[in-house]
């Protein structure tokens, strides 16, 4: 089975991430999306991060009212795989354990434009690069397909592929957010 496997805090989870995930099914041959619900990102402030049990249920809510076919919708799971690991939760980590548990799933890390732009500053990138395809879709209005390119280029990586024809949505959980604490203090 091929199996994208879509890394976030979903902090909150958002018609964006949802509409990747339902991208990925319809138009590149992918069997299952599965979101991974990260409890604590490595790279993020974690006091700005909603409860993780929090997030995964509602994770686990939007995708359970997503508007698509059954058969659709029984194709993206949210997963609490990393709420099982050991601490710190690295990105290789939690791959090579998946990996280890499914050996016979073909699995593909998608990430966004913002995420390869800082990619040098994850933990072991250059092993992710060499052990997993990597599956990149546009974010911020910014043509990220040369840094695809030479990500792609270096000896020993697998595949980064850019999503160049997949669907670019304005919206972040940062926006949302800061959105929704604007209208919680009267702005």
Not at 3 to 14: E, K, Q, T, V
Not at 52 to 77: D, F, G, M, W, Y
């Amino acid at each position: 089975m091929r199996c994208a496997l879509f890394f976030g805090s979903f902090n909150p989870i958002h018609f964006g991430h949802l509409n990747i995930a339902r991208y990925l099914l319809e138009q590149c041959d992918i069997e299952q999306v599965r979101l991974i619900v990260s409890p604590k990102n490595p790279l993020k402030d974690a006091s700005i991060i909603a409860d993780p049990a929090l997030r995964l249920a509602q994770t686990r809510k939007e995708v359970s009212e997503l508007p698509l076919s059954e058969e659709l919708k029984a194709k993206i799971c949210v997963s609490d795989v990393e709420f099982h690991l050991t601490p710190p939760l690295y990105t290789i980590n939690t791959l090579r354990y998946i990996k280890g548990s499914e050996p016979d799933n073909e699995h593909i890390l998608i990430i966004g434009g913002d995420n390869i732009r800082i990619i040098e500053r994850w933990y072991r990138w250059e092993q992710i690069l060499q052990e997993f395809e990597v599956w990149v879709y546009p974010r911020g209005g910014v043509d990220d397909s040369e840094l695809c390119r030479q990500y792609d280029s270096l000896p020993q990586t697998k595949k980064v592929r850019y999503l160049r024809d997949a669907p670019l949505y304005n919206i972040s959980s940062t926006e949302i957010r800061n959105s929704t604490r604007k209208a919680g203090d009267g702005q």
